[in-house]
T-cell receptor
Framework: ELKVEQNPLFLSMQEGKNYTIYCNYS?????LYWYRQDPGKSLESLFV?????AVKQEGRLMASLDTKARLSTLHITAAVHDLSATYFC???????????FGEGTQLTVNP | NAGVMQNPRHLVRRRGQEARLRCSPM?????VYWYRQLPEEGLKFMVY????????ESGMPKERFSAEFPKEGPSILRIQQVVRGDSAAYFC?????????????FGPGTRLTVL
């Protein structure tokens, strides 16, 4: 059974600082996704990572994938308050279509 | 191009009643997924459907829960005889048969409260 672990689960940081969220998964996968969720809202797609070594950047967020280590990272550069949200990684099973989600990282960026 | 649509957005039921949640996928998408999110938790897969077929229902409780995606109309997740533990946000997602990334796009969710 595929397991996905994120850390940290809670992250409080100051504006302007950098930090990294980690996503580990337990079995082989060929696709990993990062989503953002604001309180009471749906999931917004941030990144789709499909190959080993994939790196994607959008604004202050950068995501990478290492399929050999079964690890993805979401790096936050010079955080701003608007980035406060919960971030989920989700891993697709190679043999199927379901996604397995991590527990989420609740990010709070303080002025 | 409208996104994934779900209704109702909020649903309140008393214990023992039935809940029906509807999901219309994005135009051109033929795959529908249902996930459940309990408070302060991640999403948990429930069921994956294509038109008129249930492909994977391994995440759905064996009793009281059922799902369908008819040839015409939205996908429906049905919960019979609801209990307090069914209170959660239920999200539907859809994807395209031809998408290499198999990316799933999520609807706004239905927040079910069982009194």
């Amino acid at each position: 059974e595929l397991k996905v672990e994120q850390n940290p689960l809670f992250l409080s940081m100051q504006e302007g600082k950098n930090y990294t969220i980690y996503c580990n998964y337990s079995t082989t996968s060929d696709r990993l996704y990062w989503y953002r969720q604001d309180p009471g809202k749906s999931l917004e797609s941030l990144f789709v990572l499909l190959s080993n070594g994939a790196v994607k950047q959008e604004g202050r967020l950068m995501a990478s994938l290492d399929t050999k280590a079964r690890l993805s990272t979401l790096h936050i550069t010079a955080a701003v308050h608007d980035l406060s949200a919960t971030y989920f990684c989700a891993v697709g099973e190679t043999s199927g279509s379901r996604l397995t989600f991590g527990e989420g990282t609740q990010l709070t960026v303080n002025p | 191009n409208a996104g994934v649509m779900q209704n109702p957005r909020h649903l309140v039921r008393r214990r023992g009643q039935e809940a029906r949640l509807r999901c219309s996928p994005m135009k051109g998408h033929s795959h529908v997924y249902w996930y459940r999110q309990l408070p302060e938790e991640g999403l948990k897969f429930m069921v994956y459907l294509q038109k008129e077929n249930i492909i994977d229902e391994s995440g759905m409780p064996k009793e009281r829960f059922s799902a369908e995606f008819p040839k015409e109309g939205p996908s429906i997740l049905r919960i019979q005889q609801v209990v307090r533990g069914d209170s959660a946000a239920y999200f539907c997602a859809s994807s395209s048969l031809t998408s290499g990334s198999r990316e799933q796009f999520f609807g706004p969710g239905t927040r079910l409260t069982v009194l």
